[in-house]
């Protein structure tokens, strides 16, 4: 494998400190002359103290919010006390139902202020679909008649959990889903041969037109299982009764990193419709009299020049593939409506469902006027935002391939605690650990800069994206290092959202992500459909230490390496992981992810109670 071009004198070797034991522990003795003062609370003290007023109205105590927190799990000494008994008497299923009981509160406390997707007028006449969308669809007659036995040892084989009435088969052969034939040759010219197992069963699911729930590990190819539906039906309905200006989408996903691909096949559909008219093909016109059989698709993000796909905007686009923010623009000003719409998928929904649940979200099912097939996916939905999310759904089929939340066994993670100061030299002894294309990311822009600055000035082709890039510096450095111009891209978590980058060699996580779900986003931009990919995260202590336990009990589970600096950890797992997050290595009441929400929404609330713009 080629290594990336660096010269010798590049190499500085600043050894990541192994020794440290502590992580994050160090305390500054306090200067005499400060005794006086009131003492300085720290953020991260703080923030506990916030997290522990959040649990207390959990579990229904009132608290003042300028009560100092209580330490420990518990609310009060009598509680703690209790539980400590019933920890020495060995009750410890007690304790971990205790627990579980703490975090089913929360997280319904959560979800009783969350709505569901559902749009103001079905809110307001309590519309409830209670039967799912009817499509043409059927899974081939051999199929269909497999015994329930037989259909059990395909999903048990390729570990596919289902839930849900009348679940339709999982398939394993592309050419079994009665695909168009285009759609079947893009799929060989990709070398996309065998459906992955969340195709096998998502597919026949999204297909037969049931709601569904899909989780599986990133690469795992979850796109295809709402892009193939979405386009087969967009030509069934055009073929019918074509779509014509005015009128459209059909279908809407919300995630533009989907364009490309959704637009490749309905290429390849308007492909051969045009042969076929070339051919005069009397008996295709006979079988669909109206329809062109072609499907259009229109893309809605930021920095995208509309005036370009003004002949799609015209003649009505069948599919638009959008950002949440862009298309409620789009929709507000009416250059298209959602009134025909019937099918929407959302990726990374946990993220936009959950207690994030974006109000520019929310406010798209308000454009919608009929029924609609929904289909939520991702890799990171954690059970109890699984079972908000069906409420929103008609008898929704979740397919769960592996944990949610878990990281894909394809991606070898490697943590080293280095140094703060010696972060940015021991890059360049990361970078030789693979072949490009890497991919660097950072919390912080200046980070972005820094990093991108010294890489170049050592010689290493390198792009970097952050929010402050104005949009041709964007679009620059993505399309230089999607085209192998450049071998590294340095970017943050925002910048890089919803970009698909092949082939990704090394993710060097140059901090570690406040919360495990970001983590499994990030890595999972390799390993990427059965290729092997390396992780490298840099810890040191300003790392907190709940986002390196649930690092620790990440590793644990992908039977990955566990650097001594975690193994040192306190070494209480709480179970089946928290259900807010996922994160293995803590419970709802300390998620890094509820705080994040809660001090974001904080401000927002008051500018709402206040009345001003926020
Ligand atoms: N059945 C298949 N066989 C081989 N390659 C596939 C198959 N399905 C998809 N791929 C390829 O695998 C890669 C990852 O697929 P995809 O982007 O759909 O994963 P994903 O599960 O959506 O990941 P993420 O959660 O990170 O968005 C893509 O490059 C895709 O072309």
Partial sequence: MEQLGLGKHDREDPAPDHQASEVGREKRPKPEEEEDEPEYIPVAKRKEMRLQQIRGRASGAPIPLDEPAKEGGVQTLIDQHAVMMKQKEGKVEDVQAELAKEDDQILSELNDKARPLMSVAELAKGVRYTEPLKTSWRPPRWVMDLPEDAIRTVRNKFHIIVEGDNIPPPISRFKDFKLPAPILEVLKLK???????????????????????????????????????????????????????GEGPFGLI?????????????????????????????AHRILYPLGTGQVRCLLCMGGIQMRDQDDVLRRGPHIVVATPGRLIDMLKKRRFTLNFCKFVALDEADR?????????????????RHQRQTLLFSATMPKKVQEFAKESLVCPI????????????DVIQEVEYVKQEAK??????????TAPPVLIFCENKSDVDDIHEYLLLKGVA?????????????????????????????????????????DIHHVINYDM????????HRIGRTGRCGKTGVATTFINKTTPESVLLDLKYLLVEAKQTVPPVLRALPDETPGGGCP???????????????????????????????????
């Fill in 254 to 282: 919300l995630c533009p990193s989907t364009f490309d691909i959704t637009k490749t096949f309905c290429d390849a559909l308007a492909q051969q419709e045009q042969r076929q008219g070339q051919e005069d093909d009397e």
């Fill in 352 to 368: 936009m469902i959950d207690i994030r649940f974006e109000d520019e979200v929310r406010g798209i099912f308000d454009f919608f």
């Fill in 513 to 520: 992500p406040k919360e495990i779900e970001n983590y499994v």
């Fill in 398 to 409: 979740v397919v769960n391939v592996g944990r949610a939340g878990a990281a894909n066994l």
């Fill in 462 to 502: 390198a792009v970097g994206i952050h929010g402050s890039k104005d949009q041709s510096e964007r679009e620059y450095a993505i399309l230089e290092f999607k085209q192998g111009r450049k071998d590294v891209l340095v970017a943050t978590d925002v910048a890089s959202k919803g970009l698909d980058f092949p």
């Fill in 580 to 614: 807010i997050c996922g994160g293995l290595g803590h419970r709802a009441a300390n998620c890094p992810k509820l705080l994040s929400q809660t001090l974001k929404s904080a401000p927002r609330r008051e500018a709402e109670m206040n009345g001003t713009d926020y």
């Fill in 424 to 433: 940015m030299m021991y890059l360049l002894n990361c970078l030789q650990k």
């Fill in 191 to 245: 070398g996309i041969k065998q459906p992955t197992p969340i195709q096998m069963q998502g597919l026949s699911v999204a297909l037969s037109g049931r709601d569904m729930i899909g989780v599986a590990f990133t690469g795992s190819g979850k796109t295809l299982v709402f892009v193939l539906p979405m386009v087969v039906q967009a030509l069934e309905e055009e073929r019918r009764l074509p779509i014509i200006q």
